[in-house]
């Protein structure tokens, strides 16, 4: 009776892991990233007024649902790092709606008074990307 | 020797003890226990005068120094920034490989699957129960009696690095150049003794997260902090004993 029951268990285990495992697939396969529709999948770093912020396009793209003339055409220039150049790209002027802060209000997304850390990756985080980076664009040199 | 008399006598042994005897002999023995194991490791009654009932602040116009310095982090904005750092290394000639405050960062998980990161500044913590002080053998580092700061004396270190164990916090390390641990000193040296009213990384801040003043002006931000209303105020460590005064707070 013992034997049944343990095969039986182990029967159930396996198929319940192919199940999880050929879901994974599909997720993954069905919704490649477009770097033409969604922007670019290298993550965009603010290191100015302070160290150092992190926007991914991914998140508010394809997770959000936004297109590219949401943000582009009167709140961020299209090249990158152009916002970081202006004096006035502070948090205050984000808490009066400007940058972030046209959505970041706390009705149409968490305000920019809260949840600092969810942008902020701070120095810490910034090393961490920049290791990662390096990592993936270096040469295969351990191998 | 009369036995009529004797055994007349109410009988010695342990039946006849009540049982209210009893307890009241137990609860002397666990008392003893609980004092020669230091009152806060293991206390088997209520201990009447415990240091944790209020909370990590002690209660007002109970401070041990005047101006009793104090810093109160507030903790959800700090975004590691590290301007703090940058200004504690050139106020204080901290080298790359030693920092009087750094910033740490722990990951909470949230409902949703995700994660969010908490950036946690730490320091020195001026206790008024330093561990650090007393295990120093040769006074090198010891607790002001005007002010409360943990002080530091290098020529008198001898580089034992006992203290640097001793401290739950992990706020000493041991500075080459000078032979001796270094330490903060929440800037008596290069700031306070000069005449300024704050630390180089309160100073730095650009979040307003680190808070340094007199805990006991009632008037000061620091009081302000630690006594507002539905808020939460914590320590580091605080099974330690150390009564650390440097606060945590959201408010």
């Given at each position: 009776?013992?034997?049944?029951?343990?095969?039986?268990?182990?029967?159930?285990?396996?198929?319940?892991?192919?199940?999880?495992?050929?879901?994974?697939?599909?997720?993954?396969?069905?919704?490649?990233?477009?770097?033409?529709?969604?922007?670019?999948?290298?993550?965009?770093?603010?290191?100015?007024?302070?160290?150092?912020?992190?926007?991914?396009?991914?998140?508010?793209?394809m997770g959000a649902g936004l297109g590219c003339d949401s943000c582009h055409g009167g709140l961020f220039e299209q090249e990158s790092g152009a916002a970081e150049k202006k004096p006035d790209f502070t948090m205050d002027k984000i808490y009066k709606g400007g940058y972030c802060g046209a959505c970041h209000d706390g009705q149409t997304a968490f305000a920019a008074k809260t949840r600092c850390a969810a942008c902020h990756i701070g120095a810490?985080?910034?090393?961490?990307?920049?290791?990662?980076?390096?990592d993936r664009t270096a040469p295969a040199a351990s191998h | 020797m009369d036995i009529g008399k004797l055994q007349?006598?109410?009988?010695?042994?342990?039946?006849?003890?009540?049982?209210?005897?009893?307890?009241?002999?137990?609860?002397?023995?666990?008392?003893?226990?609980?004092?020669?194991?230091?009152?806060?490791?293991?206390?088997?009654?209520?201990?009447?005068?415990?240091?944790?009932?209020?909370?990590?602040?002690?209660?007002?116009?109970?401070?041990?120094?005047n101006p009793h310095y104090t810093m109160v982090l507030r903790e959800a904005r700090c975004v590691d920034c590290e301007r703090?750092?940058?200004?504690?290394?050139?106020?204080?000639?901290?080298?790359?490989?030693?920092?009087?405050?750094?910033?740490?960062?722990?990951?909470?998980?949230?409902?949703?699957?995700?994660?969010?990161?908490?950036?946690?500044?730490?320091?020195c913590n001026h206790c008024n129960r330093p561990p650090c002080v007393r295990v120093c053998p040769t006074t090198a580092t010891w607790k002001d009696k005007k002010t409360g700061i943990v002080m530091m004396k290098p020529s008198r270190c001898i580089g034992c690095k006992t203290c640097m164990t001793a401290c739950p916090y992990?706020?000493?390390?041991?500075?080459?150049?000078?032979?001796?641990?270094?330490?903060?000193?929440?800037?008596?040296?290069?700031?306070?003794?000069?005449?300024?009213?704050?630390?180089?990384?309160?100073?730095?801040?650009?979040?307003?997260v680190r808070i340094f003043g007199n805990l006991a002006d009632p008037k000061s931000r620091v009081y302000q902090l630690l006594h507002t209303p539905d808020t939460i105020v914590w320590?580091?460590?605080?099974?330690?004993?150390?009564?650390?005064?440097v606060f945590y707070t959201n408010a």
């Amino acid at each position: 009776m013992k034997i049944i029951n343990i095969i039986s268990l182990a029967i159930v285990a396996l198929l319940c892991a192919g199940v999880v495992l050929a879901a994974e697939e599909k997720q993954g396969a069905a919704q490649p990233y477009d770097e033409n529709t969604y922007g670019p999948a290298a993550p965009i770093i603010w290191e100015k007024p302070v160290k150092a912020v992190v926007f991914s396009h991914k998140t508010h793209t394809m997770g959000a649902g936004l297109g590219c003339d949401s943000c582009h055409g009167g709140l961020f220039e299209q090249e990158s790092g152009a916002a970081e150049k202006k004096p006035d790209f502070t948090m205050d002027k984000i808490y009066k709606g400007g940058y972030c802060g046209a959505c970041h209000d706390g009705q149409t997304a968490f305000a920019a008074k809260t949840r600092c850390a969810a942008c902020h990756i701070g120095a810490r985080g910034l090393k961490r990307l920049r290791q990662a980076e390096s990592d993936r664009t270096a040469p295969a040199a351990s191998h | 020797m009369d036995i009529g008399k004797l055994q007349r006598l109410p009988s010695e042994d342990l039946s006849a003890i009540t049982s209210r005897e009893r307890r009241k002999f137990l609860r002397l023995g666990l008392t003893i226990t609980g004092l020669y194991l230091g009152g806060t490791v293991l206390s088997l009654v209520s201990a009447r005068r415990a240091e944790a009932a209020g909370g990590p602040v002690p209660a007002t116009g109970q401070y041990p120094y005047n101006p009793h310095y104090t810093m109160v982090l507030r903790e959800a904005r700090c975004v590691d920034c590290e301007r703090c750092k940058e200004a504690c290394k050139t106020t204080n000639h901290v080298p790359d490989y030693g920092y009087r405050t750094t910033i740490l960062e722990r990951r909470r998980d949230l409902a949703e699957g995700t994660y969010e990161t908490i950036f946690m500044p730490v320091l020195c913590n001026h206790c008024n129960r330093p561990p650090c002080v007393r295990v120093c053998p040769t006074t090198a580092t010891w607790k002001d009696k005007k002010t409360g700061i943990v002080m530091m004396k290098p020529s008198r270190c001898i580089g034992c690095k006992t203290c640097m164990t001793a401290c739950p916090y992990n706020a000493r390390y041991f500075q080459e150049e000078k032979r001796a641990i270094d330490k903060c000193d929440f800037c008596w040296q290069a700031r306070l003794s000069k005449g300024e009213t704050t630390t180089a990384c309160a100073a730095a801040c650009p979040a307003d997260v680190r808070i340094f003043g007199n805990l006991a002006d009632p008037k000061s931000r620091v009081y302000q902090l630690l006594h507002t209303p539905d808020t939460i105020v914590w320590v580091l460590r605080p099974e330690v004993g150390a009564l650390p005064n440097v606060f945590y707070t959201n408010a």
